[in-house]
């Protein structure tokens, strides 16, 4: 996945063309698109992932598949799922959460409890030794 000024502002380079961000609504267009073209719950993934991509892959400014149905006959499902990961990564860099998700929430907590245990070694003992300790109201 090549990400450059080639590509222009909001694309993503993949091998079969370019991926543009999508706004809201066409997301939205996509899942019900998606959840017309499924039989049942196990197809859901796949059909609702056709036509986000249907949407978001291009070649030279215009739509390579017309459709969902057009994706799911053209690509094979491990195509469709690697283009739809490389979406997801790519919205995710320019769209990213305050708190971008269960992984980052992971990485803050550690980096937290991290610093809060060496907040009281190193330079900070050294001065901590110099003043008197104070427990309880009084003292």
Known sequence: MERGFWAGPGRVKVDEGELRLLSAW???????????????????????????????????????????????????????????????????????????????ISRRKKAWSTRVMSAFSGVCSACLALCRRRNGRGG
């Open 26 to 104: 066409e997301v939205l267009e996509a899942r019900r698109e998606g959840d017309g073209l499924a039989r049942d719950d196990r197809e859901r993934a796949v059909c609702r992932n056709a036509c986000l991509i249907a949407r978001a892959l291009e070649r030279k400014g215009k739509a390579v598949f017309e459709s969902g149905q057009a994706v799911l006959d053209g690509l094979r499902v491990e195509e469709i799922a690697r283009l739809a990961d490389a979406w997801a990564r790519f919205n995710r860099e320019c769209n990213s959460s305050p708190l971008g998700g269960e992984e980052e």
